[in-house]
T-cell receptor
Framework: EPEVTQTPSHQVTQMGQEVILRCVPISNHLYFYWYRQILGQKVEFLVSFYNNEISEKSEIFDDQFSVERPDGSNFTLKIRSTKLEDSAMYFC???????????FGDGTRLSIL | RKEVEQDPGPFNVPEGATVAFNCTYSNSASQSFFWYRQDCRKEPKLLMSVYSSGNEDGRFTAQLNRASQYISLLIRDSKLSDSATYLCVVLDNYGQNFVFGPGTRLSVLP
């Protein structure tokens, strides 16, 4: 059974629209992460989240992005005013502590038209 | 940001071959290291953690050389199902995030 599930599996959105990607951890995890992978490129860190706040974010994670865990279970990534270059696979990951292996969800493929 | 580099690949090997992947990292303060595999358009999946003393899991052996900031993965008796991209991953000790290498693609041929 996967440690984390993501929805939707594929999202197609017009440029300029807002999207919300969701991640639901199966087990009790303390650390949550979002990564993205543009087709053919390497996996890139976006943000880490612990104790209901952002603990670190990359230069990619600008004001266009936000994360929250509104109900204590779902962990969401919101992308406002989407751009063509936001098209990528977005992976959620979880871990029990900050130096343990991270377990990845199966990703959301975001296509911006 | 510090980087992780890997053999560019791709590696095309026959079934049963032994293949080795190399990885170097630039952040000398890094403490945790992992190998993940990623199948085409799928999520990264943990293959094994890498320990200072080296560790083995079946056909897979991982080595860490802290002095040289070098990590390796050896696959013995390769199977068709080993075909994937192998990702070297380093935990950035300045934060809590993984830094991924670009990956090395392996194709095991019948």
């Amino acid at each position: 059974e996967p440690e984390v599930t993501q929805t939707p599996s594929h999202q197609v959105t017009q440029m300029g629209q807002e999207v919300i990607l969701r991640c639901v951890p199966i087990s009790n995890h303390l650390y949550f992460y979002w990564y993205r992978q543009i087709l053919g490129q390497k996996v890139e860190f976006l943000v880490s989240f612990y104790n209901n706040e952002i603990s670190e974010k990359s230069e990619i994670f600008d004001d266009q992005f936000s994360v929250e865990r509104p109900d204590g279970s779902n962990f969401t990534l919101k992308i406002r005013s989407t751009k063509l270059e936001d098209s990528a696979m977005y992976f959620c990951a979880v871990s029990g502590t900050n130096n343990q292996p991270q377990h990845f969800g199966d990703g959301t493929r975001l296509s911006i038209l | 940001r510090k980087e992780v580099e890997q053999d560019p690949g791709p590696f095309n090997v026959p079934e049963g071959a032994t293949v080795a992947f190399n990885c170097t990292y630039s952040n000398s303060a890094s403490q945790s290291f992992f190998w993940y595999r990623q199948d085409c358009r799928k999520e990264p999946k943990l293959l094994m953690s890498v320990y200072s003393s080296g560790n083995e899991d079946g056909r897979f052996t991982a080595q860490l050389n802290r002095a040289s900031q070098y990590i390796s993965l050896l696959i013995r008796d390769s199977k068709l199902s080993d075909s994937a991209t192998y990702l070297c991953v380093v935990l950035d000790n300045y934060g809590q995030n993984f830094v991924f290498g670009p990956g090395t693609r392996l194709s095991v041929l019948p």
